[in-house]
């Protein structure tokens, strides 16, 4: 996911704030009892995630569409066969660009944190309606992080309507 800052300075820096353009419309309130920021926290479902630290290695997938984005921060235990099951269970907006025409097995070592929990809704609900597994990991340049080759998945046409 991208999220763009702004900040805007009213006179001397008298008063200034930022803003962070989100999703136009949230599915959810966001009041995190999660442990990171609230723009990665709005992602997981009621903002709800937990830290947890890798006793042993494991393996986690990534889907995704173009080689810009095949190294991101959010992954999932979940495997799924088809494009259309991915872009509901994990809400992918498709403005995002993210059309998950691909899948990624990842492996993480033992020690690294993450952070996991359920996928948010997106708007619209009835198009993305999340409930997948997430977890999110801060730093994906660990040179010890094992990022496998990634294979086509089984397309569908997806239709929001």
Do not use: H
Not at 30 to 47: D, G, K, M, Q, R
Not at 105 to 126: E, M, R, S, W
């Amino acid at each position: 996911m991208k999220f763009k800052s702004v900040s805007v300075g009213i006179g001397l820096s008298i008063l200034s704030f930022s803003v962070s353009s989100f999703p136009r419309v949230l599915a959810q309130e966001v009041s995190s009892s999660c442990p990171l920021p609230s723009e990665i926290a709005i992602t997981f479902l009621n903002s709800k995630c937990q830290e947890v630290k890798l006793e042993q290695p494991q393996t986690f997938y990534r889907y995704y569409s173009s080689s810009e984005n095949r190294y991101g921060r959010y992954l999932t235990t979940d495997k799924y066969e088809t494009n259309v099951e991915v872009i509901k269970n994990l809400a992918l907006n498709q403005s995002w660009g993210n059309k998950a025409t691909m899948i990624q097995p990842i492996t993480l070592p033992a020690g690294t944190t993450v952070y996991q929990g359920i996928v948010a809704p997106q708007t619209p609900t009835k198009c993305y309606p999340g409930g997948g597994q997430q977890t999110f990991i801060k730093d994906t340049r660990d040179p010890n992080i094992k990022w496998s080759e990634g294979e086509n998945i089984i397309l569908k046409a997806f239709c929001c309507s």
